[in-house]
């Protein structure tokens, strides 16, 4: 029997061999998830460092893309609701090299799923601010390496 964390990853390596596949070529992992908190990690590996030994911005933005989704996402395969999700803008402030393994975080759960549960009930778009923090806890502890801000917009799928 898998632990929620287990069976959390199986379904996020799922995706990323069927659906979006970045996911898996950059060896993305849950580290934590719950309805407050995602914690992804990716690893920097041949495949996500450049030329400099540091992450690709590619890699960072998947990073950043994925932790702030997967609460939504989540959330929407739980309730089997028709709602549609997508990210309409992005910026990222790059404060240091990401030269480890680097861990993305995303506090913004209670927003993304109060906003999930207004578009269910009136059938309006939402867009609402999310902000992942980029860490290299073996060099840098706590200190953010990056700091991306998204828009999530949400909106009741129409058959």
């Known amino acids: ?3 929620p964390i287990q069976k959390a990853n199986l379904n996020f390596f799922l995706i ?3 659906k979006i596949r970045i ?3 950059v060896r993305a992992r849950l580290v934590e998830f719950s309805d407050e908190k995602t914690v992804i990690k990716i690893p920097l590996n041949r495949r996500t460092s450049n030329h400099l030994g540091s992450m690709y911005i590619g890699a960072l933005a998947t ?3 994925v932790t702030g989704a997967w609460i939504a996402f989540d959330y929407l395969a739980r309730t089997k609701k028709p709602v549609s ?4 803008d992005i910026s990222a402030e790059f404060l240091k090299r990401a ?3 680097v861990y993305f975080t995303c506090l913004d759960g209670p927003a993304v799923l109060q906003a999930f549960n207004d578009t269910i009930a009136d059938g309006e778009r939402k867009n609402i601010e999310l902000v992942v923090t980029a860490t290299v806890p073996d060099k840098y502890q706590n200190e953010p390496v990056a ?3 998204m828009t999530l917009s949400m909106r ?3 058959k």
């Open 1 to 3: 029997m898998l632990n």
């Open 16 to 18: 990323g061999l069927f």
């Open 23 to 25: 996911i898996g070529f």
């Open 63 to 65: 990073g950043a893309d």
């Open 85 to 88: 999700i997508v990210f309409k």
């Open 99 to 101: 030269d480890g393994d």
């Open 147 to 149: 700091t991306f801000k």
């Open 156 to 158: 009741l799928k129409t």
